[in-house]
């Protein structure tokens, strides 16, 4: 259930191009990918440029040494909780509307609210793992209707013109 490596290439490369510096991250786990993170984004000296949420502390704590061996927990802002109080929060300040260059999530629930909170030129990447990768597969190998509309669902934003560009 970790961001697989290649993802993490993949992650890497498309931090860059956007040329990312302030980022949300939104199940947090092994740090595998929040640790990626913060070693893509340039160190500006400000802290706390990713915000990083999830509902178990437990599995931050886990991967906080690697971190701090890596020298990058500065950069993160980890809050424990559930996702969706967060982003309402952050919504309440119409400062923070456009402000992360980037987002990294794995569930379609955040999405109304990451059209605001990420700017119009951003990347919002949606995690494929808790999918079982049904993205990729062909419609008849998708069992089960909740599946299938998840894909489609994908399916449609990905073709959209839609901005910031979905991935
Ligand atoms: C697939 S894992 C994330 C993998 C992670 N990106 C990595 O590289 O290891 C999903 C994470 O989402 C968290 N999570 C589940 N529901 C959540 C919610 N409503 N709000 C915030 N985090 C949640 C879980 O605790 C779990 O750590």
Redesign the pocket.
Known sequence: ???TPDL?QLLAMLLTLANAKKTI??????????LLTALSIPDDGKVGRITA????QH?HEMGLPVIEKAGVEHKINFIE????PVLDKLLEDPENEGCFDFA?V??K?YHERLMKLVKIDGVVVY?N??RRGFVAMPEELVSGEEWKQERQWVIELTSSSNRPQIL
């Open positions: 259930m970790a961001t993490v991250e939104i199940g947090v786990f092994t740090v595998y990918s929040l949420i999830d509902i178990d599995t909780s559930k996702a969706l990294y794995n569930s629930n995690d793992v808790l």
